[in-house]
């Protein structure tokens, strides 16, 4: 039995792959999201609760090899779960897509660290938050500028800033949608993780034609010596394996 740690369009095209191979696999999902899709194979949601609970589950499913597909940036996750399957002996693949690359007319900044962007955006600008909510808290020292931050569900608390406000939308978005959005609320820069991906980099072709800045928050480095793939096939093929 595969353990496949869900959350990412790219995990849920490998769940229906391995489903139609005949791979034995449990995905799990951390409940970020109120009404996730459906992924087609068994599925956990919720939190393992922290390392303990973590080597139980994979004690009692009987797991025998464990494919990490959850976000780029979900960084602790990944290391906690590579330093668990390696202790165990458990074969592990870290399976995430590749970055994003600028292309002509694209205006990106890097920014390594969210104190990075109060450098980047000046005070006054209108800014387009697209790394989440749970990323809101590292934002406390752009309160001179107007945030706006899209999220999946309609949140039950306010804004937690008083120069802010929530944008909800559920992807996808086509180009046409990030462009119509960007029209109206005319944000002067766009703050995106480079997850990589094609659903997400319709908001870049959208920034790109508008003119739009856009902050690039470089990926997290991945734990040494863990084997990765960036290629569905790939993955398949490594998962046939167990």
């Not at 290391?79 to 897509?97: Q, S, V, W």
């Not at 962007?117 to 500028?145: C, M, N, W």
């Not at 072709?205 to 990926?219: E, P, S, Y």
């Amino acid at each position: 039995m595969i353990l496949l740690l869900a959350g990412t369009a790219e995990a849920r095209n490998l769940a229906g792959y391995m489903k139609d191979a005949g791979i034995d696999c449990i995905a799990s999902l951390a409940g970020a999201t109120r009404t996730p899709i459906d992924l087609g194979v068994p599925t956990r949601v919720g939190g393992f609760g922290g390392a303990d609970g973590f080597t139980a589950f994979l004690e009692a499913e009987h797991i025998t090899a464990v494919i990490d597909a959850t976000h780029p940036f979900a960084d602790k996750i990944t290391a906690r779960t590579a330093d668990i399957c390696k202790a165990r002996g458990l074969p592990y693949l870290r399976f995430e897509r590749a970055q994003w690359i600028s292309r002509t007319g694209d205006a990106w900044h890097r920014a390594d660290t969210y104190a990075d962007l109060e450098r980047l955006i000046p005070k006054g600008a209108r800014v387009f938050v697209a790394t989440g909510r749970q990323s809101l808290a590292h934002y406390d020292t752009l309160q001179d500028r107007h945030l706006m931050c899209r999220v999946i569900d309609t949140p039950t608390a306010p804004f937690p800033y008083a120069n802010g406000e929530w944008i909800v939308g559920r992807p996808p978005f086509s180009e046409a949608d990030e462009r119509k959005t960007f029209e109206a609320l005319k944000p002067d820069w766009l703050v995106v993780k480079n997850a990589g991906g094609a659903g997400g980099k319709t908001k870049l072709a959208a920034a790109r034609a508008l003119g739009i800045q856009v902050a690039m928050m470089t990926r997290p480095d991945a734990p040494d010596g863990i084997e990765r793939r960036e290629q569905i096939c790939d993955a398949l093929e490594w998962a046939e394996q167990f």
